[in-house]
């Protein structure tokens, strides 16, 4: 164990800490091909995550240094995006255990980073091609999610963890320039000579899967205004604090102004949102009994005329009529 902690405090850690849909695929397969990153083979080690109270710190290790003996000039990786949303306590734990450690964020449009987590989550992994309104509403509801558009409680967490150890790239910049956001992410981590060419194998997402590229869903103006809604806060605080930076402060006021143009009721929302799982249940509850109520009451008026000599009518009615209710069903 004391091997294993005198390792921990000699090795360069860094931390692409998130948020998911961030382009850490993309810095994944850009830094696995440099000479001076260890990068491990599995993208999301989510050590941190799930093990730290469990499984021993050597684990953690062997997977960081790829079984290699331990190199102090190279710089080991760890990409998972899910760190983000780990407690105070915890970021604590991972400086005092990997004092050179260095994290990396990026920030990210939250609407256009929720609406990517769905698509891919959803549509590709699942191989859905539409989706419907209460599976989108459940997915934006979730806790998780929330977690990682809370912009102004990770950067404050991890800043105050980090300090100066903490690097905060901006996702629309790494999109319309890679080379610069390289430069810089190099020059932070103490090697500023990251080079590569440009290829579409770099965007692949690292851990299986199609490229979100291969699917494309633009999300419909209900789904920004309720994903716009979620984020009201995320928001402005990307507006405040960013104030500079161009590009989050047009489409924080391209959202504000579209947003601000239409009114929308509540009940209007509420109808949209949950229109096939309120209201068309009890209407197809209620499409059975009238059919059922008017198979039963055709029958037994059939059968006080016919009485029991037309049986095989009153059979061929009332299968009719058992037929017509089944199509009603599924038809709805």
Not at 313 to 321: K, M, Q
């Amino acid at each position: 164990m004391t091997n294993i902690l005198e390792i921990s405090k000699k090795i360069k850690l860094v931390l692409l800490v998130g948020a998911p849909r961030t382009s850490t695929s993309f810095l994944y397969n850009v830094l696995r091909r440099q000479k001076d990153y260890i990068v491990p083979d599995e993208k999301e080690l989510k050590f941190f995550n799930e093990s730290i109270l469990k499984d021993p710190l050597e684990k953690y290790l062997e997977k960081l240094l790829k079984n290699i003996k331990f190199q102090p000039e190279k710089i080991y990786c760890d990409f998972t995006p899910t760190y983000c949303i780990l407690p105070y306590s915890c970021l604590k734990y991972i400086k005092e255990i990997f004092p050179h450690s260095k994290a990396i964020f990026i920030v990210r449009d939250p609407i256009r980073r929720t609406w990517s987590n769905i698509t891919y989550d959803i549509c590709l992994r699942h191989e859905l091609r539409s989706i419907n309104t209460f599976q989108k509403v459940r997915f934006y509801e979730n806790p998780r999610i929330i977690k990682y558009n809370d912009y102004e409680h990770i950067l404050h967490r991890w800043g105050s963890v980090y300090k100066n150890d903490f690097k905060v790239l901006i996702f629309e910049k790494i999109a319309d320039d890679p080379n610069s956001a390289l430069l810089e992410i190099g020059t932070f981590l103490g090697k500023s000579d990251i080079s590569i060419n440009i290829d579409s194998d770099l965007f692949m997402p690292a851990h299986g899967g199609k490229h979100s590229s291969s699917f494309t869903l633009e999300p419909a103006f209900f789904d920004k205004w309720y994903l716009y809604n979620n984020n009201k806060k995320c928001l402005e605080y990307l507006s405040r604090e960013f104030a500079k930076e161009n590009v989050i402060k047009d489409y924080c006021d391209i959202y504000k102004n579209e947003m601000n143009k239409v009114s929308i009721k509540k009940s209007w929302i509420i109808y949209r949102c949950f229109y096939k799982y309120i209201i068309s249940i009890p209407v197809k509850i209620t499409s059975c009994l009238l059919n059922f109520t008017r198979f039963i009451l055709i029958k037994y008026k059939l059968q006080s005329i016919l009485k029991s000599k037309k049986n095989w009518l009153i059979d061929a009615v009332s299968g009719g009529f058992h037929a017509l209710m089944i199509r009603q069903i599924s038809r709805r």
